[in-house]
């Protein structure tokens, strides 16, 4: 069964309302692997009325190996989207479901040398740089393209002591575009919003996801087309690293002290600190006056803390403290998380 694999997943709401599912067939019996990949989810989202977008996409994505640390990654995508307004009254009760379809190309060149030395633990370096193009069916069509990159080092300060670094980043553009909304961590338990940091909609976005991680803030600190992340983090599993002899409790294993730091923005127009830059715009309304504010603000934001680390009942958990620092001040209070997932 080397040759040929499965992969299902599973991710179940608190409400098991928003569930996610996805199933992938590979193929690894000749030089270039195959496989294809059903995903489905669902995503709530409010502006002035609230819907329901059901998404079900499909991927079709061939890898061809130059050698043991270098692809290059080539994948189709067909993406259905159905937007159903949730009846609240009896104007979004007589609205019907819109549906969008679209169809896209999607490059990676991958390099990775790094070696797994623990959970959670490498050495090396890894990094990619890719692009993608989307185009919807139908009359009315738009484009989108994507460009960015990731890239990561791991340094082995002592034994399995790490020191692992990151700097990512990624631009969208087309007729639509992709907005990014700049902070938390993935895979967030009880994530939180700042619905304080307006969208610019003039840029008419028509996906979003997150630049992550950015902690010490709630998601949206920052938004755009626009993001660049950098991340440091000190990985120091306590017990595996003083004990000589094989640790059999994955709880005891992988426990881990980390210090972090972040540092980042999000923005539009050719660089942060351009006038363009929607974060320095901010619109109010007041009858018949239209007005636009104008107030520079710092458009980096980091952020500073320690987490700790572990496996339990075979999930890696992650529960972080972090102090945002914004406009050159660090915040009273800290912010906590926890999530389920993997470090960079």
Do not use: C
Request: zero cysteines; a neutral charge; hydrophobic letters at 35%.
């Amino acid at each position: 069964m080397e040759d040929y694999k499965i992969d299902l997943g599973v991710k179940l709401n608190t409400t098991l309302v928003n569930n996610e599912y996805m199933l992938r067939f590979s193929d690894f019996s000749k030089r270039v692997d195959k496989s294809i990949t059903l995903h489905r989810y669902v995503t709530d989202n409010s502006s002035s009325y609230y819907y329901r977008t059901y998404t079900n996409e499909v991927f079709y994505t061939l890898n061809y190996p130059f050698s043991e640390i270098l692809s290059l990654r080539g994948t189709a995508i067909y993406r259905n989207d159905q937007r159903v307004n949730l009846a609240v009254d009896d104007y979004s009760l007589a609205d019907t479901d819109v549906f969008e379809n679209w169809g896209g190309l999607r490059g990676e060149l991958v390099y990775d040398n790094s070696k797994k030395i623990g959970t959670n633990l490498r050495v090396g370096a890894r990094g990619k740089i890719f692009a993608e193009y989307y185009q919807k069916i139908a009359k009315n069509t738009a484009n989108m393209v994507v460009l960015g990159f990731d890239y990561r080092h791991y340094t082995r300060i002592s034994r399995n002591f790490i020191w692992a670094n990151r700097i990512a980043g990624s631009t969208s553009f087309g007729q639509q575009k992709l907005i990014y909304y700049m902070g938390g961590v993935d895979n967030w338990i009880f994530a939180s919003f700042d619905q304080g940091t307006s969208v610019d909609y003039a840029q008419n976005y028509a996906y979003q996801t997150l630049a992550t991680n950015m902690r010490g803030f709630k998601q949206n600190i920052r938004n755009s087309n626009n993001f660049v992340v950098l991340n440091s983090e000190l990985r120091f599993p306590v017990f595996s690293y003083f004990m000589d002899r094989p640790i059999n409790l994955k709880f005891i294993r992988d426990f881990q002290i980390v210090a972090f730091g972040d540092l980042g923005t999000a923005w539009t127009g050719w660089n942060p600190y351009s006038p363009s830059n929607s974060l320095f715009n901010t619109y109010i309304t007041d009858g018949n006056l239209d007005i636009m504010v104008t107030e520079m603000k710092e458009p980096l934001v980091g952020g500073i803390g320690m987490g700790l680390r572990t496996t339990i009942f075979g999930y890696f958990i992650r529960g972080d403290v972090a102090w945002g620092i914004e406009e050159g001040q660090i915040a009273k209070k800290p912010r906590f998380y926890l999530s389920f997932n993997l470090d960079f």
